[in-house]
T-cell receptor
Framework: GAVVSQHPSWVICKSGTSVKIECRSLDFQATTMFWYRQFPKQSLMLMATSNEGSKATYEQGVEKDKFLINHASLTLSTLTVTSAHPEDSSFYIC??????????????????FGPGTRLTVL | GQNIDQPTEMTATEGAIVQINCTYQTSGFNGLFWYQQHAGEAPTFLSYNVLDGLEEKGRFSSFLSRSKGYSYLLLKELQMKDSASYLCAVSLWTDKLIFGTGTRLQVFP
């Protein structure tokens, strides 16, 4: 099956610093990657949609200057949390989707999730 | 706006059958996913429905009625390891996935 990795799996940082999280699709090319945030006992909230080679599309209420997303290749997207604050502490999860075009089987609509990155800002 | 509702918590006994319901009202519909998520881990794909009817996959089955905006996930022969959160997610035409709040299922011996 499709494998998506994230690095690091957890990170603790001081308030005001920046943290970069990597998301990689290991065995397929991901034209689209998604970044989610999940607070304890809550569901996943989509932060942004990232397409390879173009600017990310952010959801309403998500600051694009604070959460920088780069999707430089078909297998790598990065999320940088700039000037992190304690309220940014959360579980960040990426997913990758392979889009094969017209007439694709429904399995290609599936988003495959990375294992998540737990960010703690002190 | 988008609205996806699931029960917050459910409990069941090992070996039993449990049905987790999901109702949705969304702008656009390109299929409905069910994911399983254990605490502190990422969601794992369980099922996908885009047409009305029942999809069966081993101990797990998922049903969809598009006219009613309704889906359910059926888990049979429950095992302790099935204790997890179950997330209903609707795929929109924009390729976005909108998640419900999730249902925490506890399986007791």
């Amino acid at each position: 099956g499709a494998v998506v990795s994230q690095h690091p799996s957890w990170v603790i940082c001081k308030s005001g610093t920046s943290v970069k999280i990597e998301c990689r699709s290991l065995d397929f090319q991901a034209t689209t990657m998604f970044w989610y945030r999940q607070f304890p006992k809550q569901s996943l909230m989509l932060m942004a949609t990232s397409n390879e080679g173009s600017k990310a599309t952010y959801e309403q209420g998500v600051e694009k200057d604070k959460f920088l997303i780069n999707h430089a290749s078909l297998t790598l997207s990065t999320l940088t949390v700039t000037s992190a604050h304690p309220e940014d502490s959360s579980f960040y999860i990426c997913s990758a989707r392979w889009a094969a075009g017209v007439g694709v089987s429904r399995s290609t609509d599936t988003q495959y999730f990375g294992p998540g990155t737990r960010l703690t800002v002190l | 706006g988008q609205n996806i509702d699931q029960p917050t918590e459910m409990t069941a006994t090992e070996g039993a059958i449990v049905q987790i319901n999901c109702t949705y009202q969304t702008s656009g519909f390109n299929g409905l996913f069910w994911y399983q998520q254990h605490a502190g881990e990422a969601p794992t794909f369980l099922s996908y429905n885009v047409l009305d009817g029942l999809e069966e996959k081993g101990r797990f089955s998922s049903f969809l009625s598009r006219s009613k905006g309704y889906s359910y996930l059926l888990l049979k022969e429950l095992q302790m390891k099935d204790s997890a959160s179950y997330l209903c997610a609707v795929s929109l035409w924009t390729d976005k996935l909108i998640f419900g709040t999730g249902t925490r299922l506890q399986v007791f011996p």
